[in-house]
């Protein structure tokens, strides 16, 4: 039952916050917002996962010290000014970031 209730407690952290934070620090395009949602889970999932291959890979992988790693990197996104990316015409703006950021994201897309 105790573990229902920490992993409860400790879940929502791990896989939506530091999406939140990320997301919220360097910017998103125009999108819906379940469409944030999404982006936020799955920054979030692919966080937790890199960082947990790390800290195993390191030998020192422990819940307490992943979570504070999780924190520290959502509260440096949060200690960040907030990026909004702004486009008055609302034309002309490719789907993802790589091409605002890599001039030369067009030729793979």
Request: charged fraction near 10%; charge should be positive.
């Amino acid at each position: 039952m105790l573990t229902w209730i920490v992993a409860a407690l400790i879940l929502p952290l791990l896989l939506y916050l530091p999406g939140w934070a990320v997301l919220r620090a360097f910017g998103h395009g125009p999108t819906d917002s379940l469409e944030r949602h999404y982006e936020r889970v799955v920054v979030s999932a692919l966080w937790s996962g890199w960082l947990a291959l790390a800290l195993a890979a390191l030998g020192s992988f422990s819940l307490i010290l992943h979570l504070a790693l999780t924190l520290a990197l959502s509260a440096g996104g949060f200690l960040l000014p907030r990026r909004q990316i702004y486009d008055p015409a609302g034309v002309g703006r490719p789907s993802s970031l790589a091409g605002n950021y890599w001039p030369g994201c067009w030729y793979w897309a």
